[in-house]
Structure formats: C-alpha cells, structure tokens
C-alpha cells in the first residue's frame, strides 16, 4: 500500500503504475526478530530429526510449527497468544481431516470444497478469524495430499501437534520477560511520528508523515484497548501508557494544525519528542518540558504545542482496572478483532455466501485438475487456490500474480541448492534461511514470501525425494495452474470482480469525516466536549486510513476498478486535508483565535528558523465560540451530498458552503473534495 498518492501524469514511462505498485514492499521495518523466531521453529526440529536419524519426524514437527509462523504479526503477547491458538486449532483441525481422506482422492476432494465454504464463513468474523479459517483450508489440503513412507496416520497428527505446541512455545517465549514491550514501542512509534510530522517542509512529505502518525496511533489504541495484562505490575504499565497516549492527543491535533500551515516546530521540540519515545521504550521516567511559548507573537498552535507537551506524563486520571468474566473477556476479543464491514454479523450473509461460492467453485476446480494431472502429487494446485483466493488479505489479482513470480523465483533459487541433494545440517539451515525469508516477506510483500515458501515447502514435503528434477518441475507447473485458476474463474470471469466497487468505501469515509466536522465545531471552544470531539477526530481518520487501505489494494489491478482507485487518491487527499483543516479551526478557536479568510497559504508561508514563530496573518483574537449554526449545517450537508453521490456512483451535485472566514479553510478544502469526486468516473474508471 503506497503512504503517498500515485503520481497522475497523462503520460507514463516506464512499467505500468499496477505493476509498480504491485512490486512495492510495504513501508515497514525488517522483522528480523519474528525471522529468527521462525528459522528456530521451522529449521530446530530438521536438524534434530536428522540427527537422530529420523528427518520424516523432523519434518512433520516442523510442518506443525507452521501455522504459528504463518499467523504471527506481532501485536500484545496476550493478542498474539489467542490468535496463534486460534489458528493452530484450526489448522490441527483441517490436518486431522485432511488426513482421514489419505488414499482416497475422490472423497478428499469433496471434503476439501466443503472445508472451502466453511473456512469462508469463518472468515467472515474478523481479520484473526480469517487466518483461521484460510490455515484450516491450507492444512486440510496438506493433510490429504500429505505422504510419507513408514509413518503412520496417527503417528502424522501427533507429530503435527507436537510441532504445533514447539512453534507456540518459541513465538511465546519473550512473554515471561518482555510482557509489554510491544504496547510500550507501538505508544513510542506516535512519538517518534509526531517528531517526523513536525520535522517536514513540504506537502506531499507532510501527507505522507500524516498517514504514518494515523496508523501508529490506530495500532497503539488497537493494541493498548485490547491487550489486557495477567499481573498488576503490567495492568499498572497499561494503564500509564493509555494516559500517556490519550495525553498526546492534544499534541497530535496542535501539530497536525502547524502542518496545515506550513510551519515547522523548533528543534527542541523534535529533539524533545525523540526523548520522549526513548523513555517510553526503555521503561523510563518521562523527561519533562521545559521550554515556553514566545510571548504574544507565538501562534495559537504553537501555543497549543507547547501547552500539550507540559502535560505529558502528569499521572492525570488513569482508567481503573476492570476485571473480566473469561467469557466476556473471549466476546471482548472476538468483536476486537472483526474487520471494517465485517464480523460476526456477516457470518452466513449474501456477501459471505457468494465469497463461499467463488473459493468453492476454484477448489473444485483446483481438485479435478489434480485428479487429472499426468504429474504426481498435483494436490499443490488446490494448495495454491487456498493460499491466494483470500480477497481480505488484499487484491486477488495482485496476489495470485505475485504467488505466481515468487514460485518462479522460488524453483531458480532452489533449484541448484536442493538438486544437489542435501541432507543433514546443511539441508536444515536451508531451511532455516528460508524460513526467515516466509517472515520478512510476509511483513514486506507477498512475492517475498511465495520466493522462500517454495522451496521451504518442498523440504518439508518432499525430503525423501530431493534431488528429482522432476520434483521442482512439478511444484512450478502446479502452482502456475492454481494462479490461472485464481485469476480466470475467481477473478477475469466471476460477475463484479472487474467493476469499479470503491464508492461504498469512499462514502463511508466521507461519513465520518462529515460527523467529525459537525462535532468538532460544535466543540470548538475551550470548554466543550473534548471528549466527543477527540473520538470523532479519531474515527474520521481511522476511516481515511482503512480507505488509502482499500484503494492501495485495488490499484495493483489493471483493469477499470484499478484505474478508478488511481482517481480516487484525490478523494482521500482532499478528505486528509478537511479534516487536518477541522483540526486547525479547533485548534485556534481552544486558544482564543481565528483563521480568518486571509490567511496565508501554505505555500506561501517561509520556513522559520528554528525556534522563531511569527504571528500568523489573519488571525484576529475573538470570543471562544463555535461556529454559527448555520454554517455547521451547510458543510454536513455538502458531506451529505458527497457521500450521497459515492454511493449512487455519479457526480455531486453544488451545495452553497459557508462565507464565514473562520471557516474559509475548511470551506476551500470540501470545494477541492468536490472537484476531485467530480473527476473521478465510477462506472468505467476512465
């Protein structure tokens, strides 16, 4: 997902745009701790296996440290644990059934279809049920293809389990000693956010350093709200960081209006909030602020800033702890973790039914394809459908075509390695580098991690028949069949896959961006519901996070719903910058000011030095009052319009905005909104 909105040019060189979005890695550091986690569960259990001189036992452990692998993505350990449970359960379960099927292909392939629908609909419930469901369908098909001279059924499930708990124990083992670490550096990471977002000169920077700070506020919220700790010490650190986090949001609103101006903050400041992320990570004592505004001539968020940095770390009112019944706690976590327009309620719908259908319909195409391949163990063809035919784990094309360039990348790598035919040590630290590349790529790109699973998975099925030329052959020619199964029946030919479909998700964002300019300028005073306004500054850009989210999926795809996303980034630039415009009003009205209708442009506003803020032009001291009434009305039912029109698929109509100049910010920007919607054609992307 791009942090910046795709260059628009009307003539492009060079690869095309869903190409170069589909090859992007995500912005996200290299998770070299969750690699080394996986090399030891995935590769540990190879080497002791031949050791002892029975690698089909090591292999078979190995296969059941597996799951864990494939569904860890960091998060609060307690989090962390439930999910990686969740899908080690499933994926046991799928094994189990898979291997009750061994020797009887015809059966087999009916329950795996069957395991399709379910694993759809378990889906449906939310972003860890998902995993569940897809691991369970995953090691079902594992489980009826599975082979291996010597050992018996019974045999092969209690080693799966036995690997599975392996791989628990080594994902799990930081708990004991580093129980809060990843809530203390996702509540560090805003910190260090804000520090960049104050740090920036220009615009396209700016927006892009805005939509970092949105999604580590969004994860520090995510995690600190739902992570609960076992042992008072770690239920007081929780408690401390949720107040540290709730005490940056006036810091976060009083930058986010510098930004909108095109100011920066002095050096201490930024030097400031890097010591504060510091101390944050090491468990330290906050340092404390100490520098003060410059008199009448600092600017009202300058004056904000500094206003809001003197009360971080004041012990304030901290949240009670609360203790929960264990079946309120598990309702707590499953509702947690559902998906936007997702969750339980969508389990067994008409959206949910026709997902079902779609992987159903490639499942059983995938099975009678492996039925009748003239290549053995052809059940690699449904394997890949499972893994690729998951449309909330993003763009079906891009996925299937990034499945596709990392296998065959995957058999040139492995092939001079393992044609070779190695065993013993070198053949377990084979897998221990591929194993880590399955956890690098999966937090940077998909092609990553289908180049390291090939081979990875070809060492844990076939070890006793490396060396086959054939075997690589036959891995490439299955996985290249399921990838054009993916993309001719679940994708080119299934009704609606290629119609632009962004319209729903513009107009949700649009809805929250409306609801939070009328409770924001209704709260535009000192004494208001800060509160209320705060969750509905929070929600609105939540929402514009989840729809850069959903337009940086599409636009991997060549086709009109791809072209239509790439006209779309305007859309939600134009939302970003309304609401940081709500924020500003807010922001100046807390302080006793207005923007009036002759501010300076961002444009045109020179850099400062550091640590010298000058007045701003325009801005003229007035009663700390909201907005009109009127005013209010007008720009909710300009939103009103424009979701309205996102929604139906057509141009927004023109509604009168305000004139008043306190507002002429916001009013400028829902107008460029207008525009930008306005060009966006939602039938046909063009």
């Known amino acids: 997902m791009p942090a910046t909105p795709p260059a628009q040019t009307s003539r492009r060189r060079g690869p095309p745009l869903w190409l170069v979005q589909l090859l992007r890695r995500s912005p996200v550091p290299v998770p070299w701790a969750r690699a080394a986690r996986a090399a030891l569960a995935l590769a540990l259990p190879l080497a002791v296996g031949f050791t002892a001189d029975r690698p089909e036992y090591g292999v078979l452990v190995s296969i059941g440290a597996l799951p864990v692998v494939l569904a860890e993505h960091g998060g609060p350990y307690r989090q962390r644990a439930l999910r990686m449970a969740a899908a080690t359960a499933a994926a046991t379960a799928g094994y189990g059934v898979g291997l009750l099927t061994m020797g009887m292909p015809v059966l087999a392939a009916a329950v795996i279809v069957l395991l399709a629908v379910l694993s759809v609909h378990i889906s449906a419930a939310g972003e860890d049920a998902s995993i569940a469901g897809m691991l369970m369908l995953v090691f079902g098909v594992l489980g009826a293809g599975q082979y291996l001279e010597g050992v018996s059924g019974a045999a092969l499930f209690l080693l799966f389990v036995l690997g599975s708990a392996w791989g628990l124990a080594v994902t799990l083992a930081g708990w004991v000693v580093r129980g809060t670490d990843p809530e203390r550096a996702a509540v560090a990471q805003v910190f260090v956010e804000l520090a960049v977002l104050l740090s920036v000169t220009d615009e396209r920077t700016a927006r892009a350093a805005r939509h970092q700070l949105t999604v580590a506020m969004n994860t520090a919220y995510d995690q600190l709200l739902h992570a609960r700790a076992w042992v008072p010490a770690r239920d007081a650190t929780h408690r401390r960081l949720l107040t540290l986090l709730t005490q940056a949001t006036p810091v976060v609103e009083a930058a986010v209006a510098m930004v909108a101006r095109g100011r920066r903050a002095p050096r201490p400041v930024v030097d400031h909030l890097m010591d504060v992320a510091t101390a944050v990570l090491g468990d330290a004592e906050l340092p404390r602020f100490t520098q003060q505004t410059e008199g009448p001539s600092a600017s009202p968020a300058m004056s904000a800033l500094y206003s809001g940095l003197a009360r971080l770390g004041d012990p304030g009112e901290q949240p009670r702890p609360r203790p929960l019944s264990p079946w309120r706690w598990l309702w707590r976590w499953l509702r947690s973790s559902e998906r936007p327009g997702g969750g339980l309620g969508t389990i067994g719908d008409r959206a949910t039914w026709r997902a079902s259908a779609r992987l159903a319909l490639c499942m059983a195409i995938a099975e009678a394809l492996s039925l009748l391949m003239p290549l053995g163990h052809a059940h690699w063809i449904p394997l890949t459908v499972a893994l690729v035919l998951k449309p909330e784990l993003g763009s079906v094309f891009g996925r299937a075509v990034l499945r596709a360039i990392g296998t065959v990348a995957g058999v040139g790598l492995a092939a001079p390695l393992l044609l070779a035919y190695p065993h013993g040590l070198i053949l377990a630290a084979l897998a221990a580098i591929f194993a880590g590349g399955v956890a690098i790529g999966k937090a940077l790109n998909y092609g990553i991690l289908s180049a ?214 916001v009013s400028e920007r829902v107008e460029s909104v207008f525009e930008a919607l306005r060009g966006a054609d939602y039938r046909d992307g063009q």
């Open 452 to 665: 390291c699973m090939t081979p990875l998975i070809i060492i844990q099925l076939d070890v006793q028949n490396l060396g086959e030329p054939v075997l690589l052959a036959e891995r490439l020619t299955h996985t290249l069949l399921g990838c054009a199964v993916v993309l001719v029946f679940g994708y080119w030919l299934w009704p609606g896959s290629l119609r632009p479909g962004a319209g729903t998700t513009v107009a949700a964002s649009v809805e929250a961006v409306r609801d939070y300019i009328d409770v924001g300028l209704r709260n535009a005073r000192p004494d208001a519901d800060r509160v209320a306004r705060r969750r509905a500054r929070r929600q609105a850009y939540r929402a514009l996070a989840d729809l850069r989210a959903a337009l940086g999926q599409v636009l991997v795809e060549p086709s009109a719903a791809g072209r239509q996303a790439l006209l779309l980034w305007s859309v939600a630039v134009g939302l970003e910058r309304v609401a940081d415009a709500v924020t500003e009003v807010c922001v100046h009205a807390e302080q006793g000011s207005t923007v009036g209708a002759a501010a300076t442009p961002p444009e045109a506003v020179a850099s400062r030095e550091s640590g010298e803020e000058a007045g701003e032009a325009g801005e003229t001291p007035q009663a700390n009052v909201p907005p009109p009434e009127i005013d209010i009305a007008r720009l909710t039912w300009a939103m009103d319009e424009l979701a309205a029109a996102a929604r139906r698929g057509t141009r927004p109509e023109r509604v009168p905005l305000p004139e008043n100049p306190a507002l002429a910010g």
